[in-house]
T-cell receptor, first 116, second 112 residues
Framework: GQQLNQSPQSMFIQEGEDVSMNCTSS?????WLWYKQDPGEGPVLLIA?????ELTSNGRLTAQFGITRKDSFLNISASIPSDVGIYFC????????????????FGTGTRLTIIP | SQTIHQWPATLVQPVGSPLSLECTVE??????LYWYRQAAGRGLQLLFY??????ISSEVPQNLSASRPQDRQFILSSKKLLLSDSGFYLC???????????FGPGTRLTVL
């Protein structure tokens, strides 16, 4: 089945630094989503991308849908303490006879820690 | 606006006991509904999804089952819990052909 490779697995940064993480796939995706999960809570949608090459911002967050349709990145500028958490990418491939249109594939997550 | 509820928030159950987790969605009709499990520090594993009442698709073999008795209600069950069933269970919804899924607050299950 599809796999999403998310990197890095964890990041330790100082407040104010910029952050970059990415997801790659061996399959073509036609939707990329980025979520953030705080401890003990459900993931919250940050950015949704629907077109190859699309670059979308949400405050200090910027995400891009790779032109090859096989990757996406998320950047966070000037990190602050509330950015701490686990970031997940998720994507949907083109539908096939054996795959429901409604399912997403999730990356394994990037754990962001801010060092005081 | 749409909201999604899960209960209970936390649950501690002995091995071999039954399980029933409930998820309800408000503010939308005919949503797609999903159950995920997340082991500690790990990613999300899709367990079940449903595109309508009584329609359940299972992703992985396990001792869990799901049911959708009403349009906006999704239930995760087990007749006998295993230690390996411990984890954080998340319900999510999406609408129509849109891919964006929205998650509930989750249920932390500990099987002892």
């Amino acid at each position: 089945g599809q796999q999403l490779n998310q990197s890095p697995q964890s990041m330790f940064i100082q407040e104010g630094e910029d952050v970059s993480m990415n997801c790659t796939s061996s399959s073509i995706f036609n939707t990329w989503l980025w979520y953030k999960q705080d401890p003990g809570e459900g993931p919250v949608l940050l950015i949704a991308l629907y077109k190859a090459g699309e670059l979308t911002s949400n405050g200090r967050l910027t995400a891009q849908f790779g032109i090859t349709r096989k990757d996406s990145f998320l950047n966070i500028s000037a990190s602050i303490p509330s950015d701490v958490g686990i970031y997940f990418c998720a994507g949907r491939t083109l539908p096939t006879a054996n795959f429901g249109n409604e399912k997403l594939t999730f990356g394994t997550g990037t754990r962001l820690t801010i060092i005081p | 606006s749409q909201t999604i509820h899960q209960w209970p928030a936390t649950l501690v159950q002995p091995v071999g006991s039954p399980l029933s987790l409930e998820c309800t969605v408000e503010g939308t009709s005919n949503p797609n509904l999903y159950w995920y499990r997340q082991a500690a520090g790990r990613g999300l594993q899709l367990l079940f999804y449903s595109v309508g009442i009584g329609q359940i698709s299972s992703e992985v073999p396990q001792n869990l089952s799901a049911s959708r008795p009403q349009d906006r209600q999704f239930i995760l069950s087990s007749k006998k819990l295993l230690l390996s069933d411990s984890g954080f269970y998340l319900c999510a919804w999406s609408v129509g052909r849109l891919d964006t899924q929205y998650f509930g607050p989750g249920t932390r299950l500990t099987v002892l």
